[in-house]
């Protein structure tokens, strides 16, 4: 089965803080994706990294950034944590004859 | 990527058919209907695909209309534990760059 794990399930930071958020996959998968998920937003996409240092903007990418130097693994960084990026963030990977798999999402606070 | 719309909420019998629709009218050949669901506090969990043949897994039925704009998952018998948010996806199965849209789901409650 194709494993997307996240490093943490809950972060707590402080505002102004550079908060890093780690995922890994284990089947090989090209392509990566950070969507955050807010109530009654549903999922939004932030990033997405089709190969290794290859990156492409999503829906709102503004106050983040990614780096994918690895295949297996792409990070989502938010360089000055505010108070609107409190949510939760899933990182999924897909490759083009499976579906897209999940982690299990990283809720962050920011405070 | 063409965008989908579901209803917000449906409830369903335990034990009875859960049949939840997705219209995606703007549909291009390519794209395949994705279907998923979240379960409080944990990622999506893929359920099924399909591009323009009815398909059935384990989990679930997909079934797709002929011209293609709008799908249904069924839930042959619904139980308890699946009660969760579904949603109703389509993408295009290529190499390169791709933006999906999640939307926010239909949220189903199967009734004891």
């Known amino acids: 089965d194709v494993k997307v794990t996240q490093s943490s399930r809950y972060l707590v930071k402080r505002t102004g803080e550079k908060v890093f958020l780690e995922c890994v996959q284990d089947?090989?998968?090209?392509?990566m994706f950070w969507y955050r998920q807010d109530p009654g937003l549903g999922l939004r996409l932030i990033y997405f990294?089709?190969?290794?240092?290859?990156?492409e903007k999503g829906d709102i990418p503004e106050g983040y950034s990614v780096s994918r130097e690895k295949k297996e693994r792409f990070s989502l960084i938010l360089e000055s944590a505010s108070t609107n990026q409190t949510s939760m963030y899933l990182c999924?990977?897909?490759?083009?004859?499976?579906?897209?798999?999940f982690g299990n999402g990283t809720r962050l606070t920011v405070t | 990527d063409a965008k989908t719309t579901q209803p917000p909420s449906m409830d369903c019998a335990e034990g009875r058919a859960a049949n939840l629709p997705c219209n995606h009218s703007?549909?291009?050949?390519?794209?395949?209907v994705y279907w998923y669901r979240q379960i409080h506090s944990q990622g999506p969990q893929y359920i099924i695909h399909?591009?323009?043949n009815n398909e059935t897994n384990e989990m679930a039925s997909l079934i797709i209309t002929e011209d293609r704009k709008s799908s249904t998952l069924i839930l042959p018998h619904a139980t308890l534990r699946d009660t969760a948010v579904y949603y109703c996806?389509?993408?295009?199965?290529?190499?390169?760059?791709?933006?999906?849209?999640f939307g926010t789901g239909t949220r189903l409650t199967v009734i004891p």
């Open positions: 999924a990977s897909w490759d083009n004859n499976s579906p897209l798999h």
């Open positions: 089947m090989d998968h090209e392509n």
């Open positions: 990294s089709y190969d290794v240092k290859m990156k």
């Open positions: 703007t549909i291009s050949g390519n794209e395949y």
């Open positions: 399909g591009l323009k």
């Open positions: 996806i389509v993408r295009v199965a290529r190499t390169g760059a791709n933006n999906l849209f």
